[in-house]
């Protein structure tokens, strides 16, 4: 079997007549995590869609583990370990991060039984070591909704990767999150990167520096336009002009 992941060739993704991807190569190795970053309308958001099969290509293949994704529909795809994590939390605020886990551990199953039964034993251990994982077997017990929006984050991560899934796609994580919150998820995600592989997509640029540990991806109009290292990411010129010099404009603003 191959040990690229994810390989992507010669992708364009067109709306009307405007490609928000053009002619875009990239591989992922199995086990990498990489972050990708670039300017607002890069197509960063349309590259996570193709992956997860919620867009298809104009032109070009995906292949995950070998497979071409192009058949595929959106489930099938997160089926076949394809995990995504949105922006915006998606858990059961009025239930405990025990519940919600216990939910995704099961989420083929009927919802009722894990609620009112106790989860056999293999299973709660899942739960116990999905809390142990994301640092919150102290709050284990408390409605969700008394979280931090950093904590219902991890949660949100727990529940993805109570789902065995083989590619975890991360999108903005640490949006809204105070300084320490932001450390300890990007803690949290290089931990994950030992059994999984992850693309994470990040604006903060000191968060990036955090878990860049592999290579870091610059996406610009719809292509790559650079992919290295961190610190080389961070002084190429063309990546200062394009990514960097606009956020400064942005903060300026
Ligand atoms: P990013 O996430 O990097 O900010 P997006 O992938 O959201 O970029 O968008 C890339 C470009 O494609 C943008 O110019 C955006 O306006 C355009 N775009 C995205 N989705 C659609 C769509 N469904 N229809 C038309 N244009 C789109
Ligand atoms: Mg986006």
Known sequence: MSDKILEIEHLTVSFGGFRALNDLNFTLNQGELRVIIGPNGAGKTTFLDIITGKTKPTAGTVKFKGKNLRPYAEHQIARMGVGRKFQTPRVYLNLTPRQNLALACNRNKNVFPTLLQKP???????????????????KADLPANLLSHGEKQWLEIGMLVAQSPDLLLVDEPVAGLTDEETERTGELLVALSESHSIIVIEHDMEFVRQIATDQVTVLHQGSVLCEGA???VQSDPRVIEVYLGQEETEHAA
Do not use: H, N, Q, Y
């Open 120 to 138: 056999p034993t293999p299973e709660r251990r899942t739960v116990a070591s999905l809390l142990e994982t994301i640092g919150l077997s102290p």
């Open 230 to 232: 961190f610190e080389s």
